[in-house]
């Protein structure tokens, strides 16, 4: 079983809350995962989206190559450096969650 740390990225963040609302510093044994929407100049939020991006660039989270789906939903992840993870240890991080069901709410997108 893969143990990690999982952050929702829904909103956005000063650091300070950032750090407040998640302690980095107890994190040193596990892995930190952020999950954002993709990019889409389309989008009525596209500035957001990027907005988001670039604060979270800006600290050291880079995306992963590793776009999901979480209950439907199309997230990028989000790894400090932009370390790889793989579909299997992402998806353990929901195992918890889900149990068995997990296939079928944390897949991997095209």
């Not at 100049?41 to 600290?59: I, M, S, V």
């Not at 190559?65 to 439907?72: A, D, E, F, I, S």
């Not at 932009?82 to 991997?108: H, M, S």
Request: net charge positive; proline share 7%; with cysteine.
């Amino acid at each position: 079983m893969c143990e990690g740390t999982l952050l929702t990225v829904t909103r956005t963040y000063s650091w300070s809350a950032f750090q407040e609302s998640f302690s980095i510093k107890d994190t040193a044994s596990q892995q930190v995962v952020l999950e954002v929407e993709p990019p889409d100049h389309t989008a009525p939020n596209a500035r957001q989206r990027q907005r988001r991006l670039d604060f979270y660039a800006k600290n050291g989270f880079l995306p992963c190559n590793l776009p999901v789906r979480l209950c439907g939903v199309a997230l990028d992840v989000l790894t400090p450096g932009g370390q790889a993870l793989d579909f299997a240890a992402y998806q353990g991080f929901y195992r918890p969650i889900f149990g068995r069901l997990a296939p079928l709410f944390v897949q991997k997108r095209q």
